[in-house]
C-alpha cells in the first residue's frame, strides 16, 4: 500500500482574523512555506467585529513601540496592496476630548510622556476644537490631536493580507476546525490535527484571538487569555464628513488600562466612508455571552449624543457586538513558548489587535526564522505568566 502524503509547512498559523493574516503575509514574504487554518472563514472572529482602529493615541510603553511600527507598516501595506483590495486606509487622525479642566490636565500630562516616546501629539484648546469638530459640543474644556491615528476596514484589511499571502505561497484552509496539536516524543511541536487530516510543520504559531487560551491548552501550556465583550452601534448613513477624526473621550484611555470585569463605557464616535458613523465602546467581562445589552447601546447612545449633539437624532441602525482577547497586563503574547518548543503565540492584543498586526507579524516570523526581531520582544514573553492562576 502507497504511503499517504501528508501536507508539510515551515508554520502552521491557526486563526485567519487580521493578525494571522499578517503573520502568513510577512512569513511567506520571507520565503516561509506557511499554512493558515480557521475554523470559521476570514475574519470571522474578533476582527470582523471590531472597528478598525490603528492608534497610538491610548497607548505607552512597549505597547507604544508596537503601535508606531504598525502605524509605519500600514501606510507601507496601504500603498503596496492592490487598490482592488479595498481596505479603507484613512489617515485621518485621532482627536481626544477633555470635558473639564481636570480631565485636560490629566490629558496634557499623557501627551507628553506619549511625545517624549515619539508620538506627534497638539495640544487643542477649547476654543479650536470647533475648528477641527464643527459638530462638538460647546462647553469642552479641550483636547488633543494625533495625527498618526488612523483606520482600516478590518475584515477586507484581513482578506487582503490572506490573498498577498496566498500569492507568495501561503495555504489558506477555512472551516477547518484545529482539534490538536501533534507534539513529539520530547513535547516539542510536530503540527495539527484537524478533521481532513494533519498538517506537518516544526512551528504553530497562536493567533487564535480570544479562544487563544484554548489553543495553548491543546499544545499542553497555559495563556491566560479571556473574551472581553463589546458593543458597537451603527447608525444610518449621515453627510460626508460630518465626524472628521476618530473622536473620544479621555477617559476611554483608563477604561482600555482597567481590568475590571463590569461593564465600562466611554464614546469613542467616527464616520465611514460609506456615511454610516460607528460609535463605540464597552467592555465587559461575561464569557462568550453574546446576549444583547440595552444597558450597553443606551450608554454609547448617550455619550456619543454628549459628545456631537448631532447625533442625538440619527438612527441607528444596528448594534454588533464581538470579543476582545485580554491579557491581565493588557499586553499581547508574541513570540516562542520555551515551554513547548516550536510553539509560538501572536494573541492577547484586546482590542488593539488591528492596530498592532503587522508588527505582530513581523517579530512572528523574525522568530519563527531565527532572526533579528525589529522591536524588544522581551515584554510580550509569552511565559510571563508562569504564576497566574487558571
Known amino acids: 500500500m502507497p504511503t499517504r502524503h501528508l501536507p508539510t509547512f515551515d508554520a502552521v498559523i491557526v486563526g485567519a482574523g487580521v493578525v494571522g493574516a499578517a503573520c502568513a503575509y510577512y512569513a511567506a514574504r520571507s520565503g516561509l512555506s506557511v499554512a493558515v487554518v480557521d475554523r470559521g472563514p476570514v475574519a470571522g472572529g474578533t476582527t470582523g467585529a471590531g472597528e478598525g482602529n490603528l492608534l497610538v493615541s491610548d497607548k505607552t510603553g512597549p ?32 482627536l481626544v476630548i477633555a470635558s473639564d479642566e481636570t480631565a485636560l490636565a490629566a490629558l496634557r500630562t499623557f501627551a507628553d510622556g506619549q511625545r517624549k516616546a515619539g508620538v506627534a501629539a497638539h495640544d487643542v484648546p477649547a476654543a479650536g476644537l470647533r475648528d477641527r469638530e464643527p459638530h462638538l459640543a460647546p462647553g469642552l474644556a479641550g483636547g488633543v490631536h494625533y ?36 507534539t513529539g516524543p520530547r513535547g516539542a511541536v510536530r503540527g495539527v490535527r484537524t478533521p481532513r487530516g494533519d498538517l506537518h510543520a516544526p512551528a504553530v504559531v497562536n493567533a487564535a484571538g480570544p479562544w487563544g487560551g484554548d489553543l495553548a491548552a491543546l499544545a499542553g501550556t497555559h495563556l491566560p487569555v479571556l473574551p472581553r465583550r463589546g458593543f458597537v452601534l451603527v447608525t444610518e448613513p449621515l453627510p460626508p464628513r460630518l465626524i472628521r477624526h476618530k473622536v473620544y473621550a479621555a477617559d476611554y484611555v483608563a477604561d482600555v488600562a482597567s481590568g475590571s470585569a463590569g461593564l465600562q463605557s466611554s464614546a469613542v464616535v467616527e464616520g465611514t466612508p460609506a456615511g454610516p458613523v460607528l460609535i463605540g465602546a464597552t467592555r465587559e467581562r461575561v464569557g462568550y455571552d453574546r446576549t444583547l445589552s440595552t444597558e450597553a447601546l443606551r450608554r454609547l447612545a448617550r455619550q456619543a449624543a454628549a459628545l456631537f449633539p448631532v447625533l442625538a437624532d440619527a438612527r441607528a441602525l444596528r448594534a454588533y457586538c464581538g470579543f476582545r482577547p485580554y491579557l491581565p497586563d493588557h499586553l499581547p503574547a508574541i513570540g516562542p513558548d520555551p515551554r513547548v518548543p516550536g510553539l509560538h503565540h501572536a494573541c492577547g492584543h484586546e482590542g488593539a489587535g488591528i492596530g498592532l498586526a503587522p508588527a505582530t507579524g513581523l517579530l512572528v516570523t523574525a522568530a519563527l526564522r531565527g532572526g533579528e526581531p525589529p522591536l524588544d520582544p522581551a515584554p510580550f514573553r509569552p511565559d510571563r505568566f508562569l504564576g497566574a492562576a487558571r
Open 63 to 94: 505597547e507604544l513601540d508596537l503601535a508606531l511600527l504598525s502605524t509605519r507598516l500600514w501606510r507601507e501595506l496601504a500603498a503596496s496592496l492592490p487598490p482592488e483590495a479595498g481596505i479603507e486606509y484613512e489617515p485621518k487622525g485621532g
Open 147 to 182: 495625527p498618526q491615528d488612523a483606520q482600516v476596514q478590518p475584515a477586507r484589511a484581513a482578506a487582503a493580507l490572506l490573498r498577498a499571502a496566498r500569492r507568495a505561497g501561503a495555504a489558506v484552509r477555512l472551516g477547518e476546525e484545529v482539534t490538536a496539536v501533534l
